[in-house]
């Protein structure tokens, strides 16, 4: 065979941004199931807790779009029970599940939480006016 026509082998080594990518590139096709497979194969792989958090937020928010938010739930709970007070908007996820469950009391707790810890967070505008929303469901 001809020097041009053989096939080059390319080296991949599997490692936790390869992952995320894969799962984001999914997640943007609508294919969620296999995002949520990625962003799980990514955070087995990473090498710190700060990556291996973030893919399992993904997960859990994987969770949410799949209307899993038991699953959901039980995830962030246990992240949060390990202590991750770093990734304060874990609470207000934590809240989104408990408001698609119905439980609004609970959802409306751990919004203000989050609003307490991050008043000027990345989520804190959409959480505010999800506090109002749970305001009006609750007490009404």
Not at 47 to 68: I, K, S, T
Not at 94 to 111: D, G, R
Request: aromatic share 16%; net charge negative.
């Amino acid at each position: 065979m001809e020097k041009s026509k053989r096939n080059t082998i390319i080296e991949v080594i599997p490692n936790t941004g390869l992952y995320y990518d894969r799962g984001l590139r999914e997640y943007e096709k609508g294919n969620i199931p296999r995002a949520q497979k990625y962003f799980q194969i990514g955070a087995s792989l990473a090498e710190n807790e700060q990556d291996r958090y973030f893919g399992l937020c993904q997960v859990a928010l994987l969770h949410q779009h799949l209307g899993n938010f038991q699953e959901s739930l039980e995830l962030l709970e246990e992240l949060l029970a390990k202590g991750t007070s770093r990734y304060p908007e874990m609470y207000f996820f934590q809240a989104n599940n408990y408001a698609f469950l119905e439980e609004y009391k609970e959802a409306l707790k751990l919004t203000e939480r989050y609003l307490r810890i991050e008043p000027d967070g990345e989520y804190a505008e959409e959480a505010f006016e999800f506090k109002e929303m749970l305001e009006e469901e609750w007490y009404n």
